[in-house]
């Protein structure tokens, strides 16, 4: 996710990098060293990190003295966890998360809101416009949307968040209770008789609240076709029950689930080790 950092933020990037390499003290020679800064800009982005872990202040803290600074964390407190911070204060990542969760009316307003001019917001999002023509799709700015293909979209939201925040924090300001994923730990455990970590479930839970985001916010798959097998059809009940607390047609409701179901499916098998694809495709109806 290098694109969504300006050059400012790469460096202090690479500055967290190496604090975080090693539990020791690291003096400005020897971080002078590793970056092509001056001492006086590595004590101001030192400065700089430190305002950026405050919200972490209870896990992790920039310690600095004499012998140099100390990068001291918790056990828990994971480098990704440190790197989404950073992400959040990169305005392309702030463009993304106001499209996708639909926080502002105009790019007006967003530029306001960030302190910037659209010039200089079209300079900066430059890079993320090359990374989302990986997925066929593009910005509408004038209607602050995404526009492409309805799937290419979801596939894109699911590969950013889950990149961003997969396993560190719930970023949707809803469905936190947990009760997809729960649900589908019991019953695809019990069909396929083994167990899923907790980073799989969450893998499902934000493939189906991706979902109910885009398709209560107006977006809806064109067609989808049948599967010919429903392999799981404990986990086709439960998501075609999460679609169905939706007021749409149930020609809509049949697709998305139908959309979904297949989704989840290809993170099954991706997630199956060799003995158990094989073991679950000799039990297939023939």
């Known amino acids: 996710m290098d694109f969504l950092f300006s050059r400012k933020q790469r460096l202090l990037f690479e500055m967290l990098t190496i604090l975080y390499s090693e539990n020791r003290y690291w003096t400005l020679d020897e971080l002078a060293a590793k970056l092509p800064l001056s001492r006086p800009t590595i004590q101001s982005n030192l400065q700089l990190i430190s305002q950026l872990l405050e919200p972490l202040k209870e896990d992790v803290r920039l310690i600095k003295s004499f012998k140099g ?40 307003a967003f530029c306001e809101d ?56 719930w970023p949707f300001s809803t469905y936190k209770d947990g009760r997809y994923f729960a649900k589908q730990r019991d019953f695809l455990s019990e069909e396929l008789n083994i167990s899923f970590s907790y980073t799989e479930q969450l ?58 179901y297949k989704m989840i499916c290809i993170n099954i098998w991706r997630s199956l080790k060799p003995v158990q694809v094989k073991k679950n495709y000799s039990e297939l109806p023939r």
């Open 69 to 108: 600074s100390y990068l001291d964390k918790a056990p828990s407190v994971s480098f990704n966890r440190i790197r989404l911070l950073l992400l959040k204060e990169s305005v392309p990542f702030k463009f993304i998360d106001s499209i996708t969760f639909k926080k502002h009316s105009s790019l007006a």
């Open 114 to 169: 960030n302190y910037i001019s659209k010039s200089h917001f079209y300079k900066l999002i430059q890079e993320c416009k090359a990374f989302l023509s990986d997925y066929d799709i593009v910005f509408d700015y004038a209607k602050m949307e995404f526009k492409g293909e309805e799937k290419n979209i979801r596939y894109f939201l699911y590969s950013f968040l889950w990149e961003c925040y997969g396993g560190i924090e």
């Open 203 to 260: 893998r499902h839970s934000f493939l189906v609240t991706i979902t109910k985001l885009r398709f209560e916010q107006g977006y809806s798959i064109s067609s989808e076709a049948t599967p010919n097998d429903i392999l799981f059809p404990k986990l086709a009940s439960i998501i075609q029950d999460v679609i169905s607390e939706t007021f749409a047609s149930s020609t809509i409701i049949q697709t998305e689930a139908q959309y979904l």
